[in-house]
């Protein structure tokens, strides 16, 4: 069975550029996350879906972060623009309503 | 709220050593208790969990015991193996499920030959 899918593995960016991460998640997962992982930290929650509504979204700082879940299966974290502190890995879990957690192997983010 | 405290590392240990790390944590009700394991280049993996006082989660060898009298939940391994060197995560959730997962910082385990 394929497992969380996340791409790109890396990106490099310039500041104030925009970048954008993709998850598509194991096949019957309903709920979806995104976490942010900064170095020498644990992962923290930025926004959970139940199909393709975001039922937990108050960590995201809306003001440059936006994530969408079209039709309910794979999704699209973006930052836009992407500043110096935004390096971090992005990962995405996929789980089952109350289930256990999968995680992908996230997306390393350098902002120079 | 809701958070967790686990010791730094890096845990450098000999192989057949006994691991223990330790983790406690501050919540408000009766949380459910996760390790996760993050190997190098692999995503974070649920290792082991205890969802109510008393009870022990084990897995691969490793064990942990909901202590709800010390609020903790201590990792530990009788003897390590050189392939359990890797990331390890204390988290607790909130829920009686996985979606309110509050993570700590991690505990970095290297085990020499």
């Known amino acids: 069975e394929a497992g969380v899918v996340q791409s790109p593995r890396y990106k490099i960016i310039e500041k104030k550029q925009p970048v954008a991460f993709w998850c598509n998640p194991i096949s019957g997962h309903n709920t979806l996350y995104w976490y942010l992982q900064n170095l020498g930290q644990g992962p923290e929650l930025l926004i959970r879906y139940e199909n393709e509504e975001a039922v937990d979204d108050s960590q995201l700082p809306k003001d440059r972060f936006s994530a969408e879940r079209l039709k309910g299966v794979d999704s699209t974290l973006k930052i836009q623009p992407a500043e110096l502190g935004d390096s971090a890995v992005y990962l995405c879990a996929s789980s089952t309503p109350i289930g256990e957690l999968f995680f992908g192997e996230g997306s390393r983010l350098t902002v120079l | 709220g809701n958070s967790v405290t686990q010791m730094e590392g890096p845990v450098t240990l000999s192989e057949e050593a006994f691991l223990t790390i330790n983790c406690t944590y501050t919540a408000t009700g009766y949380p459910s208790l996760f390790w996760y394991v993050q190997y190098p280049g692999e995503g974070l993996q649920l290792l082991l969990k205890?969802?109510?006082?008393?009870d022990k989660g084990s897995n691969k060898g490793f064990e942990a015991t909901y202590r709800k009298e010390t609020t903790s939940f201590h990792l530990e391994k009788g003897s390590v193996q050189v392939s359990d060197s890797a990331v390890y995560f204390c988290a607790l959730s909130g829920t009686t499920g996985f979606q309110k997962l509050v993570f700590g910082t991690g505990t970095r385990l290297l085990v020499s030959p």
């Open positions: 205890a969802t109510k006082a008393d």
